[in-house]
C-alpha cells in the first residue's frame, strides 16, 4: 500500500519525469555509487547521498521498503574518469608511504562518520569492490565469451559497438565529445572502447592485483558497479543513482556492459537519477587553498553538518547548488531557528507527550510505514491537509524545497502542541534533520580556531555582569569584546546565555 499522492520521478535515460512503479511493490532495489576512498570526501560528492537518502526516505515514507546497496571502490579508479591515468589508490599509496589497503580502511570509515553526523541512512549493503574480484572476472569472462570484448597487450577491453544505442544514457555517440574523453590506447577498435581489465606493465608490481585470463593486474572502475548491483539486486532494479557526472561515461559504460553479460537490452536499473553539482564560484571550497572542501573543516568553523544538509534540501537535487559561506551560516541560522521554536514546542507539549513521540522515532528499525500511521492516527483534517500538502512536494519528483515551509506552517499553527509535535515527527521521517534532537546548544559548535574554553567564557560572562551591575561599562566592554573576539556571541536575557559564532570569515 502507497501513501498519497502518485511519486514521480525523473529518469535521465528517457529525460522525463513519470510515476514510479516498483519491479516487485514488496521491496524497492537501490543501487548508489559510492566513493572512491583515497581521500576525504569532498562536499560535492557528500550532496550525491544527500539527494539519495531523501530519495530512499520517500520511498519508505510512501510506504515501499527499500533494499540499498552503496559500492565502495578501493580499486580500480584511475585518476582521469577518461580511463586513463594511474589508479587512484595506488597513487595516494606512494604519496603518502602508507598501504593503499590502509588508505581505504582509513578513508572508508570517514566517510561513513561524514554519512552519519549528516543523518543518512545506512544502507541495507556496503558493497567493497576488493571483495568482489573473482565475481569481476567471471562476469568479464562471460563478457568476452559473448563476443563484446577484446584482449590487448594491456589487458581485456569491451567492445562497445557489440551493444545497442551505446552512449544513449549520455546522449552522445561513438564519436561524440564525451565518449572522445575516453583514453586512446593503441590496437582499440572504436575511440569509445574501455578497459575492463586492466594488466599490471611488465616489471611492475601494484599493491592490489591479482591473477585473471587476461594476466595478472586488476578491473577497469566501471566494472564493479555493473557486479555488485547486479549480484545484489538482480538483472534488473529499480534505481540506479549517482553525481550527474557518472551520467556521460561511467553509467554509460555500466549499461553497456549489463547489455552484453546478459545478452540483452536491458540497462540495469529501470530509472537512473542523477544528482547536479555542487558550485563555488567564490574559490573559498578549495581543498589545496585550505578552504572548506570536507565536512571536517565546515565542522572545524562551527557549522554543524546537519546545516550542509538542510542547504542541500533548500535546493532541488538536479538544480545546481551555489556553494557560499554566506549559504553555509544562512542554513545554520534558519536550523538555529527550527531548533528555538522546536524546544518551545516541547515545553508547550510536555514531557509525555514529547517522549512519546520521540520513542517513536528513535524506534529506528521499526518500518517507516508503521511510524508514519501511528503519527498520522489522531490528527486533525487540518492537520491531515498539512500532510497532504507536504506529500505532494516530496512526490514531485522530491520537491524538498517546497516541502520545508511547509515544515515551518506546521510549526507555526494553531494546532495543538501534540498535534504539531506528530506533524514535525512526520515530515522528519523525510527530511532527516532529527528534528525532535534539535537544541540550539548542539547546534553552536566552538571553531576550532577559539582560544577560549567553555569555563573561560563562563568568568567572561560572569566579570561582566559584575561590572555592569557596578555601571563599570569600560570593564564590561572589554569583557564582551574579548568574547567576540574569541567568537562567542552574547545573547542577553536567553536562558542559553551564549553560544559559539561559527568562523565563516
Not at 519508505?60 to 533494499?67: A, D, E, F, Q, R
Not at 590506447?185 to 581489465?197: C, H, L, S
Not at 553552536?444 to 573561560?456: E, G, H, V
Request: proline share 4%.
Amino acid at each position: 500500500m502507497t501513501h498519497g499522492a502518485p511519486l514521480t520521478l525523473f529518469n535521465s535515460l528517457t529525460r522525463a519525469s513519470a510515476p514510479f512503479a516498483p519491479i516487485d511493490p514488496a521491496m524497492v532495489r537501490l543501487y548508489s555509487c559510492g566513493p572512491t576512498v583515497y581521500s576525504t570526501a569532498h562536499l560535492g560528492n557528500l550532496r550525491a547521498y544527500i539527494f539519495t537518502d531523501t530519495l530512499r526516505r520517500t520511498l519508505n515514507w510512501k510506504g515501499w521498503p527499500t533494499t540499498h546497496v552503496i559500492n565502495i571502490t578501493d580499486v580500480g579508479h584511475l585518476t582521469s574518469d577518461a580511463d586513463a591515468g594511474d589508479d587512484k589508490m595506488e597513487l595516494a599509496a606512494r604519496r603518502s608511504g602508507e598501504t593503499a589497503w590502509d588508505i581505504a580502511a582509513r578513508y572508508t570509515a570517514l566517510f561513513k562518520a561524514d554519512l552519519a553526523a549528516l543523518n543518512i541512512l545506512e544502507p541495507s549493503l556496503w558493497s567493497v569492490a576488493t571483495d568482489h574480484i573473482q565475481d569481476m572476472i567471471g562476469f568479464a569472462r562471460a563478457i568476452e565469451t559473448h563476443g563484446s570484448a577484446y584482449r590487448l597487450p594491456g589487458g581485456l577491453y569491451f567492445d562497445t559497438a557489440t551493444v545497442p544505442d551505446y552512449g544513449h544514457l549520455a546522449r552522445a555517440t561513438q564519436d561524440g565529445p564525451e565518449i572522445g574523453r575516453i583514453e586512446q590506447v593503441e590496437g582499440k577498435r572504436n575511440p569509445a572502447d574501455f578497459a575492463i581489465w586492466r594488466r599490471s606493465p611488465a616489471g611492475e608490481q601494484r599493491q592490489m592485483e591479482w591473477d585473471s585470463p587476461w594476466g595478472r593486474g586488476a578491473p577497469g572502475w566501471h566494472l564493479e558497479c555493473s557486479v555488485m548491483s547486479l549480484k545484489y539486486l538482480g538483472r534488473q532494479f529499480d534505481i540506479h543513482t549517482g553525481g550527474i557526472d557518472h551520467r556521460e561515461i561511467h553509467h554509460v559504460n555500466e549499461i553497456a556492459q549489463n547489455q552484453a553479460f546478459t545478452c540483452s537490452a536491458a540497462t540495469g536499473a529501470n530509472i537512473w537519477m542523477h544528482n547536479n553539482f555542487l558550485v563555488d564560484r567564490t574559490g573559498k571550497m578549495s581543498k589545496s587553498k585550505g578552504g572548506v572542501a570536507t565536512l571536517a573543516a565546515l565542522v572545524a568553523r562551527g557549522v554543524h553538518p546537519l546545516a550542509y544538509r538542510l542547504l542541500c534540501l533548500g535546493a532541488h537535487y538536479r538544480s545546481e547548488l551555489e556553494f557560499s559561506l554566506e549559504a553555509v551560516a544562512a542554513a545554520l541560522t534558519r536550523l538555529k531557528r527550527l531548533a528555538i521554536a522546536l524546544t518551545a514546542l516541547r515545553a508547550e507539549a510536555g514531557d509525555p507527550a514529547y517522549r512519546a513521540v520521540a520513542e517513536l522515532r528513535a524506534s529506528r528499525g521499526a518500518a517507516f510505514d508503521w511510524q508514519r500511521a501511528t503519527l498520522e492516527a489522531d490528527l486533525s483534517e487540518t492537520g491531515r491537509a498539512l500532510v497532504a500538502r507536504f506529500d505532494a512536494a516530496l512526490s514531485a519528483d522530491l520537491m524538498t524545497p517546497q516541502a520545508l515551509p511547509i515544515l515551518d506552517e506546521a510549526i507555526a499553527s494553531r494546532l495543538p502542541a501534540t498535534e504539531r509535535l506528530a506533524l514535525v515527527a512526520l515530515f522528519d521521517l523525510a527530511l532527516g534533520l532529527d528534528l525532535l534532537a534539535l537544541d540550539r546548544r548542539r547546534l553552536s559548535l566552538r571553531p576550532d580556531s577559539t582560544t577560549l574554553t567553555d569555563a573561560a567564557v563562563e568568568e567572561l560572562l560572569a566579570t561582566r555582569a559584575e561590572a555592569r551591575a557596578a555601571r563599570d561599562f569600560a570593564a564590561a566592554d572589554a569583557a564582551r569584546d574579548a568574547l567576540k573576539a574569541a567568537g562567542v556571541e552574547i545573547m542577553d536575557g536567553d536562558p542559553l546565555r551564549w553560544e559559539w559564532r561559527a568562523d565563516l570569515d
